[in-house]
């Protein structure tokens, strides 16, 4: 087994030469710039992420201003991002950290790791990087590097593997260069170590490589034992007067929670809750396939043309022009049925 002063030294030293040194994050000792970059990062690609940091900092460039934001202006910048649950707790985290903490973030890994959306990884590599701690961090990118390096056999989420790989991961930290070494980790699972097609011949760590020695890349780490995804189907009533559409605003919690979308229901039902008439028969319209993590959705939307003009003062609801959709704080599979709909229109 590598020395764990050996694994770290070569980790540290191809970082400083090879590793990703030009991200929007990077440079920075500011916790609130980390932070936001950590947080969007979970389970989304880095590309993705970069305009939606520069954004955020253009309208919330520092802790007090996303704190004194409401959460729905929040909610409709991270709209495309997936994943919202994020941003509720960003918005509650901002606000914690300033009522609680006087706008300054904690220093320590245990003290980040007890604010809202902020986890044992997470907590440890902004530690790391804007205050030099010496934590170890471990999300999906790093348990891969570990898993294939030490030949850790097994599921990762299983709680025995999960607490030995946490283990392993502290005794491997340095004793310096801790936000090299922890940047190395992450760029290292990001574009060598990847779940395929690893690019063996350039990783610094591949001369004790357990994994590439036995030829097992592919194997390891082991996936997830995989239930039936159910499958769910909901209507979504696009209610329209040519020009706009009617939206209504999800509760805070659940799928697309604090966001925008079509009211859904049956077509009839939904115009007698909000007290509209249809000019004619709904239509329906192609069904829109979406996948979630733990289940797939079947959007079927039917379209029901109001009179131009036509108001709703149902709580919640709001007309949005469909041109103005995309900034509207609506989810990516709403927008692409609405697309759908601006096409059929033109």
Known sequence: MTAPSAFADRLVAWQKT???????WQGTRDPYRIWLSEIMLQQTQVTTVIPYYARFLARFPDIAALAAAPLEEVIALWAGLG????ARNLHRCAREVVAVHA???????????ALPGIGRSTAAAIAAFAFGERAAILDGNVKRVLCRHFAIEGFPGQAAIHAALWDLA????????IAAYTQGLMDLGATLCTRSRPDCAACPLATSCIALAEGRQ???????PRPAIP?????????SDGARLLLERRPPSGIWGGLLVPPEGEPGAVLARLGLAAEQEPEPLAPLRHAFTHFR??????LCRVTVGTACREAGTEWVRIADIAGAGVPAPVQKLVRRLAEARA
């Open 297 to 302: 959705l079947t959007l079927e939307p039917v």
């Open 18 to 24: 090879a590793g990703r040194h030009g991200l929007p």
């Open 103 to 113: 706008g300054k973030f904690p220093e320590t890994a245990s003290a980040l790791a």
């Open 170 to 177: 502290e005794s491997l930290l340095p004793a310096r260069d």
């Open 83 to 86: 994943y919202y649950a994020r």
């Open 218 to 224: 592919t194997e390891l780490p082991a996936r997830r």
């Open 231 to 239: 499958v769910r189907r909901a209507t979504f009533v696009l209610i």
